[in-house]
């Protein structure tokens, strides 16, 4: 209990340091949110921004899509609430399990791999032109990121990035005020992951969601009993993935983080550092551990290190090797 | 009409010439068959073995599972029938769309992302053991192998060796006749072609089965009306994927085959042959038209098409380059 006092205490130090390796790499930590208030919630955390704002709840136990206004009160106030830090918005990312009441949703034997995310977006240009209007006009009070949740091909990027112009000109035209958004994508599909140098000349950053891309690349739905213990985001076959979203965002000068759960796990921090991610969005009690693992382990050493997992036979052997790479660094994460 | 005829008597003379590349590259032309009977209307075509036998028949319309005695008697013959030619024997591979009455199924969200193929299996010993003895009884008459679906991680590929050796060792003890098999698997998740170096060690052969992991690399369920024309076994993605298990074959000396749809898809062959498949199973029908592509294609230029398609950005980029690399040679395939 002395013990947990002291880390609580550790931890709360940490809050305004920088997270910065021994060697100067620095890494963004940033929040998952699912509303404005959650960043004065995450406040005590220190986040550097929020890597992930959730847009779903505007959409729920509602009867008719939330309206451009509505949509930009809740965009602003978390532009107005980061104080210049950047905000990340995804766009509306329902199908599988999250279905709204105002859409036709097809009957789908596996709707995890149907008809969600940017997918129906480009079938609904109504409710994608009125949510991408409203984040142009909350970004001309601060930095705004749009990202785009569930693309597996460039053509769908490119339609994409023209339905943001599109909203751009209507603003323009009516002579709205708005801002410039950096337009992203979600690397989530081993699709996306795989065609990442393709992708990377068309988009201003990816943010990896690990949880669906585990999910597809071991064809493992975790809510289901039988193959949940299957589920393992650092199978070898995953951490290969991450690392060459990385290596290609480099190559094209675009920056590369996590918004997945891997991206609050201490344990992954050497290797998600390693391979490339130059932004990290998580759950905001997970910051402070993940904070010092990174002021922890110099960056040349964690590359190499990214090198070395993606060769490893199993997950298991990669759980071993960044176990005893954290403690030989004196780290022994909770998890 | 007449060109048709005509087409039809040149396919009719392929039938007994090899499936060789102008420089010499054999490749072997196989068939997917779902009884034993189906080989006697196959040989019209020429087929060189049996790539892919599912064994499902055996299990379907029946209260309890088939006995040790029945499954020997279908395996047995497709033996008979192929006088000494290869028959790549699959184990049970249900879930998903197909279930069984005498299975306790799961309720799962998304069935594909769950209990099926060597999942089942490895909780089921009772079942595979009996599988297993049957098949390897049937060895002792002539060439077989046991492929297991739906595999992600070494350790499962390790304890589906295991009874293997398990069912070898229960013969043994009891006196039974029985042969030698080899051991492979299908590679039809992105993790099992991502791995395909590591599980390359554990197994004797791979086919890659391009329906499932173009579904999974994409995340598209074909079934969905929504999304499936998404669907593009030719999106670099999986192109790489599929390069990805040639070249580990390669490097660890055991063979690779494809068993899915692409397999028989003609404007697909100077890919598969270039990604160092050595064995194509497909539809029977579907044979000849390979064949032809296959004689008409050198292998090094072929090795050379497939180092540049899976750098492509699109896939229709990808079939408009083979489309001109097929002319460049005289083929057009009529798909
Ligand atoms: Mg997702
Ligand atoms: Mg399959």
């Given at each position: 209990l002395a013990a947990r006092a002291e880390r609580?205490?550790?931890?709360?130090?940490?809050?305004?340091?920088?997270?910065?390796t021994p060697d100067g790499r620095r890494v963004e930590?940033?929040?998952?949110?699912?509303?404005?208030?959650?960043?004065?919630?995450a406040e005590e955390f220190g986040p550097e921004g929020v890597g992930l704002f959730r847009t779903e709840f505007l959409f729920l136990d509602r009867s008719r899509?939330?309206?451009?206004?509505?949509?930009?009160?809740?965009?602003?106030?978390?532009?107005?609430?980061?104080?210049?830090?950047?905000?990340?918005l995804r766009t509306l990312d329902v199908g599988a399990d999250k279905r709204l009441p105002f859409i036709d949703w097809p009957d789908e034997m596996n709707p995890a791999l149907g008809w969600r995310g940017a997918r129906l977006s480009l079938e609904r240009p109504d409710l994608l032109q009125t949510q991408l209007r409203a984040m142009l006009r909350a970004a001309a009070e601060g930095p705004v990121s749009v990202m785009f949740p569930m693309v597996t091909t460039l053509?769908?990027?490119?339609?994409?990035?023209?339905?943001?112009?599109?909203?751009?000109?209507?603003?323009e035209r009516e002579g709205v005020a708005h801002g410039r958004v950096e337009v992203g994508i979600m690397v989530e599909t081993p699709a996306a992951a795989l065609s990442a140098r393709a992708l990377a000349g068309a988009v201003d950053f990816f943010s990896i969601g690990t949880n669906d891309l585990t999910q597809y690349t071991?064809?493992?739905?975790?809510?289901?009993?039988?193959?949940?213990?299957?589920?393992?985001?650092l199978h070898p076959?995953?951490?290969?993935?991450?690392?060459?979203?990385?290596?290609?965002?480099?190559?094209?000068?675009i920056w590369a983080g996590v918004c997945g759960e891997l991206a609050g796990e201490p344990l992954a921090t050497?290797?998600?550092?390693?391979?490339?991610?130059?932004?990290?969005?998580?759950?905001?009690?997970?910051?402070?551990?993940?904070?010092?693992?990174i002021r922890a382990v110099r960056y040349d050493e964690a590359r190499q290190l990214a090198g070395e997992l993606v060769n490893l036979p199993t997950g298991d052997e990669v759980r071993r090797r960044l176990r005893s790479f954290l403690a030989e660094r004196g780290v022994e994460p909770e998890t």
């Open positions: 609580a205490r550790t931890l709360a130090a940490l809050r305004d340091l920088p997270a910065v930590l940033a929040v998952n949110i699912g509303r404005p208030e959650d960043i004065a919630a899509p939330p309206g451009e206004e509505t949509q930009w009160q809740a965009y602003v106030a978390a532009v107005r609430a980061l104080k210049g830090r950047r905000l990340v053509e769908e990027v490119r339609r994409l990035r023209h339905a943001v112009e599109e909203a751009a000109a209507s603003l071991l064809a493992v739905d975790r809510t289901s009993q039988q193959v949940a213990a299957l589920y393992d985001p076959a995953v951490l290969r993935l991450i690392l060459e979203v990385g290596r290609a965002a480099e190559e094209a000068g050497p290797f998600l550092l390693g391979a490339g991610m130059a932004e990290l969005s998580m759950h905001p009690r997970a910051l402070p551990e993940v904070k010092r693992v």
